[in-house]
C-alpha cells in the first residue's frame, strides 16, 4: 500500500498482509464477518498468534531486502484478530482498521475509511452511494483508502474523482504524518 504525498516529498509504505488472500477459515461467526469484509482476501482471520506472527514477519523482511522500511500496517479488507492487533503493536508504528488509525503508542485517530468495494456485485454496486454519504459526514479529516481494483469499475472512478474534488484546497497527508 501507498500513500502518495502531492508535494512531491515521496511515498509512505505500508505492509498489507503477505499474500492477500484467505490463509485460513475463522470460526462462526467470524468467517461470517471476514467475508463480508474482504472476501477471500481476508487473509488473518482463522490464523493462530504464531501463523500471524510467521506472515507478517515474510512480508516486512520482503519489503526491508527491498530497502523499504513499512511503518504502518493495514489488514487485507480491515479484517484483525486480537492476535493480529497485539503483534502490530509491537512492531509498526501504526495500524489503520474500518474506523481509524491507531499509534503504537496508543494514540487513535477516528476517522472511517472511505473505501470502495470490489469482492462483490452487491458491492461494487452500493458501495460508491455509502462512500459518497459518508464523505459528506466526515468532519476535518477525510480518510480515503484506493485499491488498485477500483480502478477497473468507472462508478468507483467517479466517486474517486467526486471525493478528491470535495478535498480540493484541503492539505493530504499520509498515516505516517498522522500519527507523528
Request: overall charge positive; charged content about 25%.
Amino acid at each position: 500500500m501507498l500513500a502518495a504525498r502531492p508535494d512531491g516529498a515521496g511515498d509512505v509504505v505500508a505492509q498489507h498482509g503477505l499474500a492477500h488472500r484467505r490463509a485460513a477459515r475463522a470460526a462462526f461467526p467470524r468467517n461470517v464477518l471476514a467475508h463480508w469484509q474482504g472476501g477471500d482476501a481476508a487473509e488473518f482471520p482463522g490464523l493462530g498468534a504464531e501463523d500471524a506472527r510467521l506472515r507478517v514477519e515474510c512480508g516486512r523482511r520482503l519489503l526491508q531486502d527491498i530497502e523499504l522500511d513499512p511503518k504502518g500496517f493495514v489488514a487485507p479488507g480491515y479484517a484483525y484478530t486480537r492476535e493480529l492487533r497485539a503483534l502490530l503493536a509491537d512492531r509498526f508504528e501504526w495500524f489503520a482498521d474500518l474506523g481509524g488509525v491507531l499509534g503504537a503508542a496508543g494514540g487513535e485517530l477516528r476517522s472511517p475509511a472511505l473505501c470502495l468495494g470490489c469482492s462483490t456485485p452487491l458491492k461494487r454496486r452500493l458501495s460508491p452511494a455509502v462512500v459518497r454519504a459518508t464523505a459528506r459526514r466526515s468532519r476535518g479529516l477525510m480518510r480515503l483508502d484506493i485499491h488498485p481494483a477500483d480502478f477497473d469499475h468507472r462508478g468507483h472512478v467517479a466517486t474517486l474523482e467526486a471525493l478528491l474534488a470535495r478535498a480540493a484546497g484541503h492539505e493530504a497527508v499520509t498515516y505516517d504524518q498522522l500519527v507523528a
